[in-house]
C-alpha cells in the first residue's frame, strides 16, 4: 500500500469546504438552522488521532527491530491510518467551509463559530496523526540499492 499523497487530500479538503459551505447557505436561504458540529466532535478527533499514534507505536519498534508483531496487526493499522487521513482531510475542509460561513454573516454567532473553529483544528490534527502513523508503519529497505532507488523516485 502506497503511503498517502497529498492531492487526494487536497481534493477531499476542497470537496468537504464547497459542501459544507453550500449546505449552510442553502439551509440560511431556506430558514432553517445551519450546520454546526458539536464540541463532542473536536474531542473525539483528538481522541482518535491519540489512540491511532498509540496502535502505530508497536508497529514503529517492530520496524526498528525492537519486537516482533503480528503483520495483520500491522495492516490493519496502516489501513485505518489511511482511512483516517482520507476522513480528516474531508472533515477539515467541511469544518472550514462551516468556519468561512459563520464568518461571512453580518452578525457572527460566537459559540457556533469556536466550535467550528475546533473542529478544524481538530480535524487537522487527526490528519497529522494519522500520517504519522502512516509513516510508523513504513518498513526499512532491505538494501542499499532499494533505498537509493526509493531516494532517486
Do not use: N
Request: some cysteine; glycine content about 8%.
Amino acid at each position: 500500500m502506497s503511503r498517502s499523497r497529498p492531492l487526494p487530500l487536497v481534493l477531499l479538503a476542497l470537496l468537504g469546504f464547497a459542501l459544507a459551505f453550500v449546505i449552510d447557505l442553502a439551509l440560511a436561504m431556506r430558514g432553517q438552522p445551519v450546520l454546526v458540529p458539536p464540541p463532542s466532535l473536536a474531542v473525539g478527533l483528538v481522541l482518535i488521532a491519540a489512540l491511532l499514534v498509540a496502535l502505530a507505536w508497536p508497529v514503529r519498534r517492530a520496524a526498528a527491530g525492537a519486537t516482533r508483531i503480528d503483520p495483520f496487526y500491522a495492516t490493519r493499522v496502516v489501513v485505518l491510518a489511511k482511512a483516517s487521513a482520507l476522513a480528516a482531510a474531508l472533515l477539515s475542509g467541511g469544518g472550514a467551509g462551516i468556519l468561512v460561513y459563520l464568518l461571512s454573516r453580518a452578525v457572527v454567532p460566537i459559540g457556533s463559530t469556536l466550535t467550528a473553529a475546533g473542529t478544524l483544528v481538530a480535524a487537522v490534527i487527526l490528519l497529522i496523526a494519522a500520517l504519522v502513523a502512516e509513516h510508523f508503519c513504513r518498513l526499512p529497505p532491505d538494501d542499499e540499492k532499494e533505498e537509493a532507488a526509493a531516494a532517486a523516485g
